[in-house]
């Protein structure tokens, strides 16, 4: 079982930065595959970026260049940094973590955290 909470949304205007994070407990994060989902209202939940067990990175293309995910297993917590925010960026972030070893794939879910871009 893994429990994760998101922190570090807000209300930010166009162009400026906000620090997603994720901290991840009842497990082993090194063992997980971790990312970032976002859900604008009325839309359906899109993938934004994923950072593997072993620290590979990839992006979704609305993002790559301007979000870089990262995580630091010590402490259990992946990061979302944002730049250059968009107010298309505006939605609901969730983080969500799989195991690289069990199978079926079950993927865990943190409860979300509003991020709004606007002026």
């Known amino acids: 079982q893994v429990q994760l909470v998101e922190s570090g949304g807000g209300l930010v205007q166009p162009g400026g930065s906000l620090r997603l994070s994720c901290a991840a407990s009842?497990?082993?994060?090194?063992?997980?595959?971790m990312g970032w989902y976002r859900q604008a209202p009325g839309k359906q939940r899109d993938w934004v970026a994923t950072?593997?067990?072993?620290?590979?990175?990839t992006y979704a293309d609305s993002v790559k260049g301007r979000f870089t995910i990262s995580r630091d297993n010590g402490k259990s917590t992946v990061y979302l940094q944002m730049n250059s925010l968009k107010p298309e960026d505006t939605a609901v972030y969730y983080c969500?973590?799989?195991?690289?070893?069990?199978?079926?794939?079950?993927?865990?879910w943190g409860q979300g955290s509003q991020v709004t871009v606007s002026s």
């Open positions: 969500n973590a799989y195991s690289v070893v069990v199978r079926p794939r079950y993927d865990y």
């Open positions: 009842g497990s082993t994060l090194a063992l997980y595959a």
């Open positions: 950072i593997t067990s072993g620290g590979s990175t």
